[in-house]
């Protein structure tokens, strides 16, 4: 039997060469595989998805997509068109912050600060407070905002709603950046009732503003005026003590007193210090006197008398001498100028005596009045002394009177500035510009509404693909499958729809020599999968020239992956090629070969692990191709692990003698014991699963229990994959097409 592409191409070509089928050249000894299967399957480093695999994603989930962002934005447009319409109304308001709060006193004057920011944000607060939206919604009856739906409490009564702070549903405060204006908007399903809304808001919080002014000012006078009959009566009394004190001095002004009692201290110093310098003076003249010099004497007050007195002496004595001289001692003449000399003695004599107490007088009095001046001084001082002790008390009363007085007068002042300011509604905020009725609605925006819901669908579509992709944990993909496993992928086997995912092989007695049954779609599916089983077969037996593989174990890890359809096809494959080739169907639990080949499942290997019988007698030839042979299973157990004890590798190694490749259909490997045993007993154990059903978790689970067995995993064979898995499969399309061309050729 030759294969069908063979039978193609002898078709197509009208002088046909004959080609011989190609056998692998295998030696009879049976290689055993002792190296671990840790050395060849590796982790592999991780990798950076390429960009290729997103747009390929994305053009496989192309449709979904579609279907998506259309049905969502439709969606959209039909709930925007259905939605209310719904207006708003905005009113502008300026805040000067240059105009003064006050027409009087410092508010008049009141510096620029720079709070602006601090200043429009509590603006901005104080709009959307309960006592300016109070009177607006009590006037035109607007809807509250709804209460949430998560609250813990009951119901509200609707006394409690009324006494709750409101927030009104629809309203919306902004401000400009760099600006010092308030935007008020309000939304209603009413346009009129918007601007009349809104209008309303911005006068209420004019009102509010100015009340709360007013009410400030008004209690600032009142406390100002209870602390005002406190401030008269400490005035009143600070200012009798302090006329009490200055009837007690007899003075109005102490200080005063002080002054012209401190200029006649200095009289009276100076006049004691003169009187001490005089004393001192006719002291020394007094004792000069007293001593009797004449030269002291002429020095006091009368000296000039005494001194003409002395000259008129000293002639008359020398007259005296001269009379003496010339007429002698007993003339007449003589006796005339004794008596003269004798005379002025006496009278100088009389004058110093005067002298000498005149002296004496003036020493007295002026010693007297030094200690008269001294006594005044004394008592000035003491005078002082008493005044200026007086006069700290005085200071202090007065100073406190003083101060009672100007407190009390800057207090009457500040009642009358804030009385008069309380009255003055400033401009400082305004209404720059009221809202007019709309003409158009905000809400709904139908395109913004569409175009939204078109990007928003194409974000949640393509976000939705990704997390898909990354939670998808199947094995789809050769690439994936090395990066996340660290072991290669042998082959791809396309799935083929027209069989439900369960493809047989040709029944005996078939006309055609395919591998694999025909169908409908002809060349389309069958040839895909005829190539892959081929060229699994290739990279299975070829690619190892150090190591002849001559027996093989088919395996997975969960029931349904298609082991057994690969087994079966890669031992007619071989087989087709000229090599002989047995077929044992080791899944003693549910053994499925021996329909695949339409023969009878008589004893088999259970039977001969029993020992009802030999290998040789126990082994079918396939009617299917001549060098294949076939093992069935036996009748179905439960306990076959029991019955192999260590027997497979005598049992391989016996076959081994009469076949150049033995493949064995062996269980799966996750919850069974049997598969364990063949898989150390065999040469390669090729792991097969499902693309886009296992998951790689169950995958690792078998490779990390052959590892620890130290058994030869060949690689991964993913089956039923198709070209929505991965775009690695994209080439799978083009075997229909080629064999398509081939047979309308």
């Not at 720079?114 to 009177?135: E, G, I, Y």
């Not at 400082?428 to 078109?454: C, G, H, K, Y």
């Not at 496993?485 to 493809?503: D, T, Y």
């Amino acid at each position: 039997m030759v294969s069908s592409n063979q039978e193609v191409l002898a078709k197509s070509d009208p002088s046909p060469v004959p080609v011989k089928p190609r056998a692998l050249e295998l030696t009879m000894d049976a290689v055993r595989m002792t190296a671990p299967a840790a050395e060849r399957i590796q982790p592999a480093a991780e990798t950076v998805v390429p960009l290729a695999h997103y747009l390929w994603l994305f053009r496989r989930n192309g449709l979904r997509i579609a279907l998506w962002v259309i049905g969502a934005t439709l969606a959209a447009l039909a709930v925007s068109m259905q939605m209310t319409p719904v207006y708003e109304a905005t009113v502008t308001i300026d805040v000067d912050r240059q105009t003064p709060t006050g027409v009087i006193g410092q508010e008049s004057n009141r510096a620029l600060t720079n709070d602006s920011d601090q200043f429009l944000a509590t603006q901005v607060k104080m709009l959307q407070s309960d006592s300016v939206l109070r009177p607006v919604v009590e006037r035109f009856h607007l809807p509250l905002r709804k209460p949430s739906r998560f609250r813990l409490v009951g119901k509200y009564t609707q006394e409690q709603q009324n006494a709750a702070p409101m927030a009104l549903e629809g309203l919306k405060v902004s401000r400009p950046p760099n600006t010092y204006l308030m935007l008020v908007s309000y939304r209603s399903t009413d346009p009129k009732l918007a601007s009349e809304t809104v209008n309303a808001i911005a006068h209420s919080y004019l009102d509010h503003t100015y009340n709360i002014r007013f009410q400030s000012s008004a209690g600032l006078s009142r406390f100002m005026e209870k602390q005002l009959e406190e401030l008269r009566a400490k005035m009143e009394s600070s200012s009798s003590a302090l006329a009490k004190f200055e009837r007690d001095l007899n003075v109005i002004n102490p200080e005063d007193k002080t002054n012209i009692i401190s200029a006649r201290l200095l009289q009276i110093n100076q006049e004691f210090t003169a009187a001490q310098a005089d004393r001192v003076k006719k002291e020394a003249a007094w004792r000069s006197v007293e001593g009797g010099s004449t030269a002291a004497a002429q020095v006091s007050s009368q000296g000039e008398t005494m001194r003409k007195l002395d000259e008129r002496l000293s002639e008359a004595r020398q007259k005296l001498s001269e009379v003496q001289a010339h007429y002698g001692a007993n003339h007449p003449e003589h006796r005339r100028s004794q008596a003269q000399v004798t005379e002025l003695e006496r009278q100088l004599s009389l004058l110093n005596t005067n002298i000498q107490q005149g002296v004496n007088v003036e020493y007295e009095q002026a010693l007297n009045r030094e200690r008269m001046l001294g006594r005044q001084v004394q008592d000035a001082k003491t005078e002082l002394d008493q005044l200026n002790s007086r006069s700290f008390d005085y200071l202090n009363l007065r100073r406190e009177a003083e101060a009672d007085k100007k407190l009390y007068e800057e207090l009457v002042r500040k009642i009358k500035e804030a009385g008069i300011n309380s009255s003055f509604q400033n401009s400082a905020i305004r209404i720059a510009d009221l809202a007019r009725t709309p003409l158009e609605p905000v809400s709904p925006n139908l395109l913004l509404n569409t175009l939204l819901a078109f990007i928003i669908s194409i974000v949640i579509a393509f976000v939705g693909a990704l997390a898909f992709d990354a939670l998808d944990n199947t094995l789809r993909d050769p690439e994936q499958v090395k990066n996340s496993l660290g072991i290669e992928v042998l082959g791809s086997l396309p799935e083929v729809k027209s069989w439900r995912h369960a493809i047989g092989l040709a029944k005996v007695g078939d006309a055609t020599d395919a591998l694999v049954k025909s169908s409908v779609d002809g060349y389309k599916t069958l040839g895909g999968y005829e190539e892959a089983i081929r060229t699994l077969r290739n990279a299975i037996l070829l690619t190892n020239f150090d190591r002849n593989f001559r027996s093989l174990l088919v395996t997975s890890a969960q029931p349904a992956e298609g082991k057994s359809t690969v087994a079966a096809h890669l031992a007619l494959t071989h087989a087709l090629q000229g090599s002989k080739t047995l077929l044992i169907d080791g899944d003693m639990r549910k053994p499925s070969v021996h329909r695949r080949f339409g023969i009878e499942n008589n004893l088999g290997l259970g039977g001969y692990l029993q020992g009802k019988g030999e290998l040789s007698d126990l082994i079918q030839p396939s009617m299917a191709c001549g060098n294949l042979s076939i093992l069935t299973a036996g009748s179905p157990t439960r306990r076959p692990d029991d019955w192999l004890q260590g027997r497979m590798d005598k049992i391989v190694e016996e076959l081994l003698e009469d076949y150049q490749l033995v493949i064995l259909d062996a269980p799966p490997l996750l919850g069974f014991a049997e598969p364990l045993e063949m898989a150390i007993s065999v040469d390669g154990v090729i792991v097969v699963a499902r693309a886009g059903s296992t998951s790689r978790k169950q995958v690792a689970s078998v490779l990390e229990m052959l590892t620890r067995l130290r058994a030869n995993v060949l690689g991964l064979v993913l089956n039923q994959v198709n070209k929505s898995m991965s775009d690695s499969y994209s080439y799978f399309g083009y075997y229909g097409k080629y064999y398509a061309d081939k047979e309308r050729t």
